[in-house]
C-alpha cells in the first residue's frame, strides 16, 4: 500500500492553505506576481519537514512554489522553497557559528512582499529596497550546508543579527 511520506503530506498541505508567493534570489522563483503567502510560526511542524539547528527560539516561516504559477497542479516537493527566519539563543553564533561559515556572496534579496510578512520590521528597515525586492545589506551571507536533510536541501543561509535566515528546497 502506497503512503505518502511525510513531506509529501506537508507540501500538499501547505499547498491547499495558499502558500503561493515567490522569491526572486532563489534558482527558479517565479517572478509573477502571486496572491499572499500564509507565514507560519509553528516550530515542530517546521522541524518534522527540515533539519533545523538546535538553539533555535522561534521562527516564521512560509512556502512557496517556484516556476509558473498558471498551473492548476499542485506543486511537489521540488517545486517549492521553504523560507524561514529563525531567532537563535544568544550563545547559538558562538557555538555553533562554526556550522554556517561566511561566504563570499552579495547579500540576500527577497521579493519585498515575503520581506515584509517574514522578516522583523528592523530587518527590513535596514534592507535596500529596489523594485520589487529588498536587499538585505545588513545580514551576512552564510553556507547553508549544515541545513541540509535527504528530503529538503538548503540552498540559501544569512545571518541577521542573532537569527539565521535560510531557504530550502526539496529534492
Known sequence: ?????????????L??????????SLPGASSTAAPAVTVSTDLARLRSAVALPSGVVSGRWLVHPVGSS????????????LLAYLETSPDFWSEQGFL???????????RAADAKQLLPASV???ATLSGDEYQLVGCETRSPDAANKAT?????????????LIAYRGE
Open 1 to 13: 500500500m502506497f503512503r505518502p511520506s511525510l513531506f509529501g503530506q506537508f507540501v500538499a498541505s
Open 15 to 24: 499547498a491547499l492553505v495558499g502558500a503561493a508567493s515567490a522569491c526572486d
Open 70 to 81: 498558471g498551473t492548476r497542479l499542485l506543486p511537489g516537493p521540488t517545486d517549492t522553497v
Open 100 to 110: 554556517f561559515p561566511l561566504k563570499n556572496k552579495p547579500p540576500v534579496r527577497l
Open 124 to 126: 527590513v528597515q535596514g
Open 152 to 164: 529538503r536541501h538548503a540552498i540559501m543561509a544569512a545571518r541577521c543579527g542573532t537569527a539565521l
